[in-house]
């Protein structure tokens, strides 16, 4: 190995271009390690989802979407309350004891909710995954009993829910809808997927 120093032309050639390609390696670097990094998308996925409510009326539905699944805010009518005590007898779990998909406490009422008037569960069928449809008019309908007090039918293979998401007997949907962790931030503000303030 010679001895002989290298000239600080050379030297100060040899730092600039070590600097410039430290820095052109930096640039190419950062996009590739920020795609390990959750998307924006994704971090809200997991995030709570506040909702302003003020503009349901009675008997209106309203969807929103938390962690990729349609969460249903429906306001029920005196009319729709009431008839939730009519079907109880039909219902494979009136009382929402199975654990499938576990009932938070505040839910575990008649009406499976912290406010009567309002519903708020997961619109998926706890069968295959289905989306049940609207069918809440009261009456005789197409794949229904002639009492239907209103709920929600999955066409998929004919499991049926009232309007507390509560499944009837006999049909192929293991569990009530699921009601997901909710809270009240005040009257008009309802917060899906939080329950407790930190």
């Not at 190419?28 to 971090?43: G, H, I, L, N």
């Not at 995954?129 to 209103?150: E, H, M």
């Not at 006999?170 to 309802?190: C, G, R």
Request: proline share 9%; charged share 20%; with cysteine.
């Amino acid at each position: 190995m010679s001895d002989t120093p290298v000239d600080s032309s050379k030297r100060t050639w040899l730092i600039a271009s070590g600097c410039a390609g430290a820095v052109g390696a930096g640039f190419v670097a950062t996009p590739f390690v920020s795609t390990f990094q959750p998307s924006e998308r994704a971090k809200a996925a997991g995030a709570a989802v506040e909702v302003d409510i003020s503009g349901v009326k009675p008997g209106e539905k309203l969807t929103v979407e938390w962690r990729g699944k349609p969460v249903w805010i429906m306001r029920r009518t005196p009319e729709q309350l009431q008839a939730l005590k009519t079907t109880e007898s039909q219902l494979a779990d009136p009382a929402s004891r199975r654990s499938a998909y576990p009932t938070p406490e505040y839910a575990k009422n008649e009406h499976r909710s912290i406010k009567p008037e309002f519903m708020v569960a997961v619109g998926i069928c706890t069968h295959l995954g289905c989306s049940p449809g609207d069918r809440l008019q009261a009456g005789p309908q197409p794949s229904l009993p002639d009492d239907w007090q209103g709920g929600f039918l999955c066409a998929c293979h004919g499991s049926t829910f009232d309007l507390a998401g509560r499944v009837f007997k006999n049909k192929p949907a293991p569990d009530n809808l699921e009601v997901p962790p909710h809270m009240y931030l005040s009257d008009s503000k309802l917060l899906i997927g939080e329950d407790k303030i930190a």
